[in-house]
Structures are given as structure tokens and as C-alpha cells.
């Protein structure tokens, strides 16, 4: 009997291994992140458009004409001097981050958030690896719809 339970025990063992690892491979289907946002924003009403620079989308909702940008930085500010040359004179500024919208950056927030999701990620609790970066969106004052979207759905929790 003590063979048998063992031998189960290991099984068990050895089958949650193989799915943690087989979980692991399949974590990050989409490897384009831009395109994850850009259909994000699309699934939002904002009909997007890539910037000059490699990690911008530039966006517009049909009922707001002025530019709504979404920019992909790295949580653990690698890519801080990107923020140091926008100035948003007339916009407002969200950060996105694993279902959080937020108007200021806690980076310490951030990284626990992302330790949180990638153990559930681990354990199979949660079916999407967690990206290394966040959405920072720049959003016209003068579109107050804007703050009636669902901006979560950039990042979504789960």
C-alpha cells in the first residue's frame, strides 16, 4: 500500500511538472506586444496608427479628433528616459497594468503585481505569462468620454 501511494504521489508529481512546463511554452502566444495593444485600442473604438517611434501607437476615438498615444515601457524603468522627453501639456496620463489603471507610477506596485500573477502563472492559476512592461496612455483633456473606457482591457487581470 505504501509502494502504491508513493508511486501516486509521484505521478502527481510529475504530471503537474510536465503541464507547468508544457503552460510554459504556450505562455506568450501573441509575441508581438505593440499588436496585443493596438487590438486593445481597437476593441475600444480607437482606430490606431503606428507613430515614428517603434514602441508608440497613436490613436483617435471617432468622437474626439485630438491623438490619444499608447506607449509600451519595460516595469522596471529601463525605458524611463522615453518619459523624460514627453511633456503632456494638455493631456492626462494613465498607466495600465495588469488590470490597475492608475494616474501615477508605483513601480514597487508594479513589480509586486507581476511577481503575484507570474506565481499564479506558475501554479496554473492564471493563463497568461505576465509581460514585463506596462501601457502608459496619454489622453486628450478635451475628450472627457475618455474617462468612461475600459482602459483594463489593455492589460487585463487574468
Known sequence: MKTLLRCGYLALIVVSAAIQFDRGQRGNADSDPMATLSAGLERLNVHTGRSSAANILTGQLPSCRQPIYGILLRIDGAEDEQ?????????????????AVKES?????????????????????????PRPDFVLL????????????????????N
Open 83 to 99: 518619459l523624460r522627453d514627453l511633456r503632456p501639456a494638455d493631456e492626462v496620463v494613465k498607466y495600465v497594468y495588469l488590470g
Open 105 to 129: 507610477r508605483d513601480q514597487a506596485v508594479m513589480i509586486s503585481r507581476w511577481v503575484w500573477a507570474s506565481a499564479l502563472f506558475a501554479v496554473g492559476l492564471r493563463s497568461h505569462k
Open 138 to 157: 496619454l489622453l486628450p483633456r478635451a475628450c472627457p468620454e475618455l474617462a468612461t473606457l475600459d482602459w483594463t482591457a489593455l492589460s487585463p487581470g
